[in-house]
């Protein structure tokens, strides 16, 4: 089978994402590659199909046991079979697991890396055709990441033992270019075919808030999603057990999660949440690791993380299917000092000298000056972001609290035409400052010299402020009414669309921040969030409704499967089935999400209780 058809048969996508054919045909190809890919942009799918059109076995090498657990849990529920071997198996279990794995009955495994130069697993890997090792989380194995795991080192050992040498495809999320490098060397990359997708997840909405009771404004959002989805980081793990008991005790179906629990609860809330018997999880960040839950419609920062870097780490478990989530941090002027604290007295920097602990601590405080300005920033949130992790945005993305209500849509045909007008009469000689100046009516040597004093549109636009003339006179250049020349010395100069902006022939608006004194919003970003979907579609009451049948039937699978609903269908397959309220068979093949198998599995039940309400068409 070709990948087209893999991947609708198995996954039921019609298309792939930016990179993947990319990564998927150079592996098949035969070439090394490194995949730098954002959290939830598909990285499984880049090895999971070529391990299927490879004659022999793909080992896939994961850091958490949870992750390989849910990976394989999805790739059975798709039809294809797969296993984990790790510490979380009975002797027992593993070595039936392993009897199963010779006789060639699992084209992929995931393994831990510890494991890989144990005795049993060597022998196996080596009486066995291993076409391909596939390095999950790649950036283990630098040390300059935060998450270093010496077993990493491992796996270039065990490589080197094969009698073959496999393809090796590396993945990762973190994209700095020292771990970059790292992976290359350690890993022992030959030439890799390398990809880099942009950090920007556009379905995240990201939202800072200021409100003075944080708890009601976190209440308030529940009760206006019911059933969705969603994670509550707190700073503290006081504050969790506070959250949390208020939560349940007002009778939503809330969990916890943090260091101080026993391993036995950690793992059972985390299955709560996961299979969604406890669809909020209220939390310290040392959840989320290895959670691959996909439909996470909302995360909530109870309080400022500490960077930036965790901060889009920890929203970024919102949306992983691609469908809209909420990212919101709810920031308080205390959460400065609670950081401070923390990095005062970071017991991992104990046990540096002291002149590399005030170099970590200097750069830690400097990471939570970046985090602070974000809660206060007027700038577009996202923008902010993406500039912090060296992209350029657009500077206004239209889905963030700041695009949403700090900015407004102005008319600036006045300013427009004062500009282009200053242009014209001093016949085009002058660059973009003498004209802001003249039109702002600065009284300087520069401007009597030039004598544009005596310009008629000298002060005309004395009462706006120049760094707003200034984004005004940035808007015009970027939609050509007017050009600046390539000199050195850049003179403006007028376009063919000047005239009908002066003529009065057009009128002129852009996005502008709004002057406020204080910048965070109380109320959520969103207007009428309530009817939106997670498509981010408005509804109608009768989708909406529709929409919770599935989501019922879902549970109900889930529940006698005993898997996590999302691995039946995601959120997406759902909203989609509501979108095209599949009538037939064929109909139903075309929700994406649905493969042949899971047709079969679960598509038949979903069809037929869309025909028995008449929904199908
Ligand atoms: P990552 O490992 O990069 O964080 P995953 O591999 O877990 O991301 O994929 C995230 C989600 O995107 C999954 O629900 C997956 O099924 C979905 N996905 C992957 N590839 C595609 C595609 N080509 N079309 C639609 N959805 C996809
Ligand atoms: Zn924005």
Redesign the pocket.
């Known amino acids: 089978m070709d990948k087209y058809k893999l991947?609708k048969q198995y996954?039921g996508?019609d298309?792939?994402?930016e990179g993947?054919e990319f990564l998927i045909d150079n592996i098949l190809e035969g070439r090394d590659v490194l995949g730098i890919?954002p959290?939830?942009?598909?990285?499984?799918?880049c090895y999971q199909i070529p391990a299927l059109m490879m004659k022999g076995i793909t080992l896939v090498i994961s850091p958490l046991i949870s992750l390989m657990k849910d990976q394989v849990e999805g790739l059975n529920q798709a039809g294809i079979h797969a296993a984990y071997f790790n510490s979380s198996l009975t002797p027992g279990q593993y070595r039936k697991a392993l009897c199963y794995a010779r006789e060639g009955r699992y084209p992929i495994i995931y393994v831990a890396p510890e494991r890989l130069l144990t005795e049993e697993f060597l022998a196996f890997a080596l009486e066995s055709n291993i076409v391909m090792v596939a390095v999950d989380e790649a950036h283990c194995v630098s040390q300059w990441g935060q998450d270093f795991r010496p077993s990493y080192l491992k796996i270039v050992e065990f490589i080197d033992k094969l009698p073959i040498r496999p393809v090796i495809a590396a993945f990762t999320?973190t994209a700095t270019k020292e771990v970059k490098e790292d992976i290359i060397d350690l890993l022992l990359l030959r030439t890799p075919a390398l990809i880099t997708t942009g950090f920007d997840r556009k379905n995240l909405y990201f939202g800072v808030m200021a409100p003075k009771d944080r708890y009601g404004a976190v209440k308030n959002y529940l009760e206006c999603h019911p059933g969705d989805s969603g994670i509550i980081y707190c700073l503290t793990r006081k504050v969790v057990e506070e959250v949390c008991e208020k939560l349940l005790k007002e009778g939503f179906a809330a969990t916890r999660y943090h260091a101080g629990l026993t391993d036995e609860e950690r793992k059972k809330n985390q299955e709560d949440f996961i299979y969604d018997r406890s669809p909020v999880m209220v939390a310290t960040n040392a959840f989320g690791m290895g959670i691959?839950k996909?439909n996470v419609r909302f995360v909530f920062h109870y309080g400022m993380p500490k960077n930036l870097e965790s901060y889009y780490q920890e929203a970024g478990r919102g949306g992983?299917?691609?469908q809209p989530a909420e990212c919101i941090l709810l920031y308080n002027g205390q959460d400065v000092i609670t950081n401070q604290f923390f990095i005062e007295n970071n017991q991992d920097n104990k046990e540096l000298d002291p002149l590399t602990r005030e170099t970590v601590m200097e750069r830690d405080r400097e990471r939570l000056r970046i985090m602070t300005f974000y809660c206060s920033t007027n700038e577009c949130l996202r923008d902010y972001i993406l500039r912090y992790f060296g992209e350029y945005g657009e500077n206004y993305c239209g889905n963030c609290s700041n695009c949403l209500s700090q900015f407004e849509t102005v008319d600036v045909t006045k300013m427009a035409k004062a500009l282009i007008g200053c242009v014209k009469e001093c016949c085009q000689r002058y660059g973009m400052n003498v004209i802001i100046e003249t039109v702002h009516g600065a009284d300087t040597a520069k401007i009597r010299g030039y004598r544009m004093n005596q310009n008629s549109f000298y002060g005309s636009l004395k009462e706006v402020p120049v760094y707003k003339l200034r984004q005004i006179m940035n808007a015009l250049l970027m939609k050509s009414y007017l050009a600046l020349t390539k000199d050195e010395y850049a003179v403006l100069k007028l376009t063919e669309k000047s005239e009908a902006v002066l003529s009065g022939e057009i009128e002129i608006t852009m996005k502008m921040a709004k002057e406020q004194e204080h910048p965070a919003k109380v109320k959520t970003g969103r207007k009428g969030r309530k009817e939106k979907m997670p498509s981010g579609m408005d509804f109608s009451k009768k989708e909406k409704s529709l929409f919770e049948r599935l989501r019922t039937l879902r549970m109900e699978i889930a529940r006698k499967e005993k898997v996590p609903p999302y691995l039946v269908f995601?959120d997406k397959t759902l909203t989609h089935m509501c979108i095209l309220k599949p009538g037939t068979k064929e109909e139903m093949l075309r929700v994406?999400g649905v493969g042949e198998y899971k047709f079969e599995k679960y598509g038949k039940q979903f069809l037929e209780m869309m025909r028995s309400k008449g929904e199908g068409r």
């Open positions: 991947l996954f996508y298309s792939f994402r993947q890919m959290t939830g942009a598909g990285k499984s799918i999320a691959d996909s992983r299917d691609g995601s994406p």
